[in-house]
């Protein structure tokens, strides 16, 4: 039976069933089509290749993986708060409709006549775009899930066998390359990106370049936290816009707008 079609679903149970089948175990990684799994694919390629301990390497990618998942579940709740902004503005036209059919207005009279329906499609529309609009800026931040400082990750497992700077580099961006590790962009492998420079610091200085490439790992990945955790506080802030401009004013076309005029044509 084929892998995809057997009845486990989880990704270990996938995992092994590729690795039972015979296939490569970076290779077996790489097919979860996930970046930690590709990550962990290239590590894992890399340290065969270059003879380096396989046990250091992966745990240095999985503690990067895990401080990941800890930045998304407090980044969750940085986001609970928008999220429920959004909903509860998101319900208050159809709530203040409701509203004032239960105090004995007749706005459904209103939405019939040729005014009104331009009022209920316009609000709706508006309502819809609003709530479009939140979720658009609440998915962005939520995509920009990632580890940064991995190239550094994957240089030190390259060069962890004695390899020189230069051919591990090689082979790193070949690994990038060939498991399609998305959070590792090419150009970083640059003469000018901050990895060369990380090389040429330690053989200008004489100091050991596996020490130094960590704590450059560490920090990028410091610092793409904060401005992971910055983005989703600055939402609370930028969510106001499409409420502002949208939901708001579909409050006012499709709850207050068909109440009041109810109201005054009873009067």
Known sequence: ??????PESSAPARLAARVEA?????????????????????????AERSGAPLVPALDRICAALQALERLSERRAVLLSGPRAT?????????????????????????????????LGVSGALLLWAGVAWAGALRRRVERADRVDGIEHE?????????AAPGSACVRVVDAVDSFGVSWVRLDRFRSDAQLAHTVATATATGVALRPLLLEEAAGARARSHAAQEQAAERLAVR???PLGLCVLPAFVALGVAPVVLAMLGGL
């Not at 490569?24 to 890399?46: G, V, Y």
């Open 86 to 118: 959004v909903r509860l503005v998101a319900a208050l036209p159809v709530g203040t409709f409701g509203l004032g059919a239960l105090l004995g207005f007749d706005p459904f009279s209103i939405l019939a006549t040729v005014p009104g329906a331009a």
């Open 239 to 241: 969510v106001l816009l």
């Open 22 to 46: 015979g296939t490569p175990i970076p290779d077996a990684l790489a097919a979860e089509d996930a970046p930690p799994w590709r990550i962990l694919a290239a590590a894992w390629h890399l």
């Open 1 to 6: 039976m084929p892998v995809s079609q057997r």
């Open 154 to 162: 994957l240089l030190w497992i390259a060069t962890g066998g004695g």
